[in-house]
């Protein structure tokens, strides 16, 4: 349709004398046809031999001729045809065409795929046990002969639909992902605070039992750090395997917007399949480890300095509820 529209475009830009497109520049008769200025100048001079050349310095007399469009006669001036004005109009017209004369044709309309085993024959159908695109001779001749097939178009819906949905699904996977990943870093917050808060408590009574207390409170203090850290390994590790999980899952939902984006049936199909499967594969993916309530909690290594200063040697982080 579009070279059809072009075709009916090039021959209104045809002039009527030399049968090729107008050249520039393009002149308007007082009928409203158009020539070619030479070739308006070549009837001119043809029906007024004895008109001088413009370059003459003797003031040439006017002049008439026939429009080869409609034989409406032209009177003009002393001025010739180069009196007549400029169709300025239909020559950015002609800029255009020869602008878009020089596009491929493809390029203007959508791209098919063309079928490798039939060159001439557009891939326009799905095969639904084989899981491809491909063309109606290849279903009726060929390697799809005895394959249930269906319409391209209603597989691609179909199954973009699919993507859409999944996209959705780790879209608000993603979401209580990074929840739970909130949740964990207050957690370790609150751990380095709690901590933070029972060494400043530890570290005043101690200082208050001077030397005797020192080497015991050095071993305590070890025992909350070890605590500590080993509570925020924990999580930091688990933060970092929801991390990886939040990234990985990312990295696939802008990936599969991409391909959503993709104009062409054919091409999304080739790939949808096997982005659906990672789709299924990752949001499938086991992501229930956490740490259990009160886990970040460290009162346990409270102490009671009400004990005689015998019992200090044997002071110990009370383990009681």
Sequence with gaps: AEARSMESLEKQLICPICLEMFSKPVVILPCQHNLCRKCANDVFQASNPLWQSRGSSAVPSGGRFRCPSCRHEVVLDRHGVYGLQRNLLVENIIDIYKQESARPLHAKAEQHLMCEEHEDERINIYCLRCEAPTCSLCKVFGAHKDCEVAPLPAVYQRQKSELSDGIAMLVAGNDRIQAIITQMEEICHTIEENSRRQKQHLGLRFDALY???????????????????????????????????????????????????????????????????????????????????????????????????????????????
Excluded: C, W
């Design 211 to 321: 030397g005797i207390l020192e080497e015991r409170k050095k071993e305590l203090l070890q025992s909350i750090a070890a605590e500590q850290e080993a509570k925020l390994q924990r999580v930091r590790g688990l933060i970092r395997q929801y991390g990886d999980h939040l990234e990985a899952s990312s990295k696939l939902v802008e990936t599969a917007i991409q391909a959503m984006e993709e104009p062409q049936m054919a091409v999304y199909l080739q790939h949808s399949k096997e982005l659906l499967k990672k789709i299924t594969d990752m949001s499938k993916a086991s992501m229930s480890s956490r740490p259990e309530p009160g886990y970040e909690n460290m009162d346990h290594f409270s102490i009671n300095v009400d004990y005689v200063a015998e019992m200090l040697r044997t002071i110990e982080f009370q383990t009681g509820a």
